[in-house]
């Protein structure tokens, strides 16, 4: 097993991070994670897009082009010989004696390394069961930066009441979940938290609302309350490693009847085309 060692490959056990890595000491960094079906990277462009969007936010500069990044991961891919997985890129602003304000010239470091993962078919056909939480995170969300302790924190509590996500919510309004976008489904309309600061601006997100357009499905890009959410017909997830996945209950409480909804199963037959393989496969 290969990994991307800023612009090189190296065996998985001889990677090592200085301790005084910023992404290490301050998580003064960003990263992506891209899902891989058959051998191929799926979404990779935007996956890019919004890498360099998030590098930009934090005026971080890429050690090397995006087009160089690309070639890198692709390779990356191959030679480990990955079909079915996720690919984790992370960029920091390097090593420097520690100190908070960026430290003069000091080279970026990438890392990216591939992990085997099939398909999570049993949570997409049985749904998942979440909490809700305070989202008590900063307010520039939509940079996905290497500062997850406050999703972290969400993640713990919905596992320590045996649920696999929180649904956040900042002044009674709905945001996202700790690592996924969330959407309501109400009389036959989409509703989910526009792309703002408040959330991350998810790449499965977009996805779903191009389906949701080929599908002619009304779609309302707005908060919804924590009330909305609890009267909602359905409710589903979205991110890379999620794809679209249903959730059955909210703090208790089964979402309608406790089944996956049937607009949820038809977005997830036409993700599943979208990626090529029978859904459910
Ligand atoms: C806070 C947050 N919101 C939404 C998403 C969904 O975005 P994508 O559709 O672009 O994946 C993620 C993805 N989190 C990544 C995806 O898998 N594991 C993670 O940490 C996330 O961390």
Not at 11 to 20: L, T
Not at 37 to 49: A, D, I, R, S
Not at 117 to 139: C, F, N, S
Request: proline share 5%.
């Amino acid at each position: 097993m290969e990994i991307l060692f800023d612009e090189t490959f190296t065996p998985r056990d001889q990677a090592k991070v200085d301790i005084e890595d910023r992404g290490y000491q301050f998580g003064d960094g960003i990263y992506e994670v891209i899902r891989v079906y058959g051998g191929k990277m799926f979404c990779l462009e935007p996956h890019l897009q919004r890498l360099q969007r998030s590098t930009s936010e934090i005026r971080l500069q890429l050690p090397y082009s995006l087009e160089r990044l690309k070639q890198l991961l692709q390779e990356l891919v191959q030679n480990n010989h990955l079909t079915d997985g996720n690919v984790y890129l992370q960029v920091s602003r390097g090593t420097a004696p520690r100190n908070h304000k960026f430290p003069e010239n000091t080279r970026p470091m990438v890392v990216a390394y591939t992990m085997e993962a099939p398909r999570p078919v049993k949570m997409l056909d049985e749904g998942i069961h979440t909490i809700t939480d305070p989202d008590i995170r900063w307010l520039r969300c939509d940079i996905k930066s290497l500062n997850l302790l406050g999703a972290v924190m969400s993640k713990q509590k919905a596992a320590d009441r045996g649920c696999e996500e929180a649904i956040l919510h900042r002044d009674g309004r709905v945001t996202e979940g700790s690592s996924t976008n969330v959407f309501l489904v109400k009389d036959g309309t989409l509703i989910t938290h526009p792309a703002d600061h408040l959330i991350l601006h998810g790449i499965t997100r977009q996805v779903v609302l191009e389906l949701a357009a080929e599908l002619n499905w009304p779609v309302e890009e707005r908060a919804a309350s924590i009330e909305e959410l609890f009267r909602a017909d359905e409710v589903f997830i979205t991110s890379t490693t999620t794809e679209v996945t249903p959730v059955i209950s909210i703090d208790g409480r089964t979402v309608s009847d406790g089944k996956p909804g049937p607009m949820t199963r038809r977005l997830q037959k036409a993700f599943a085309e979208r990626i090529g393989v029978g859904s459910l496969q």
